[in-house]
């Protein structure tokens, strides 16, 4: 399978990821067990733009190979930060979107990395970047749900 293929697969996961964070009621799960102050609208605005970002990586496969393994790391580091390590911290509390972390984003994600390995277009550069832009993506709506509760940033104030 080529990387764009593999590419389109990530959107599929990820599609499948999203409706088991619903279906098992993420929101209470990330507000009891990682304390972050999320909603639901929250979830549906972050999750938007992963499929967003899911097409558009897709889409700029063949020409720019950066774009599908960021959002390749962004899978891998949503299945151990957000995932695995919060089940093992909680002693074995069920994480909505652990089953399809493991079962999916894992084999997903290592199939881009090696295809683009095996394609030559993987070298330690572009390794080093996209790891750092998929945990910049990971990290960037966890910094502004964290930041909308400031004075600065409230709109609510006079």
Excluded: C
């Amino acid at each position: 399978m080529n990387l764009t293929s593999l590419a389109w697969l990530a959107l599929a996961a990820y599609g499948a990821h999203i409706l088991e964070e619903y279906t098992f009621d993420w929101r209470n799960w990330a507000r009891a067990v990682m304390k972050l102050p999320v909603e639901w609208s929250d979830f549906y605005v972050t999750n938007a733009l992963v499929v967003v970002l899911g097409a558009v990586q897709a889409e700029l496969a063949e020409t720019w190979p950066l774009a599908p393994l960021a959002y390749a790391a962004l899978m891998i580091i949503n299945a151990i930060f957000f995932h695995i390590l919060p089940f093992l911290r909680s002693g074995g509390r069920f994480s909505p979107g652990l089953a399809t972390a493991l079962i999916l984003f894992f084999p997903v994600a290592i199939a881009m990395w090696r295809r683009a390995w095996g394609d030559n277009v993987l070298d330690v550069g572009t390794a080093a970047l996209a790891v750092v832009t998929g945990a910049l993506l990971m990290a960037y709506p966890v910094v502004m749900l964290n930041l909308r509760s400031k004075s600065y940033f409230r709109q609510d104030r006079p």
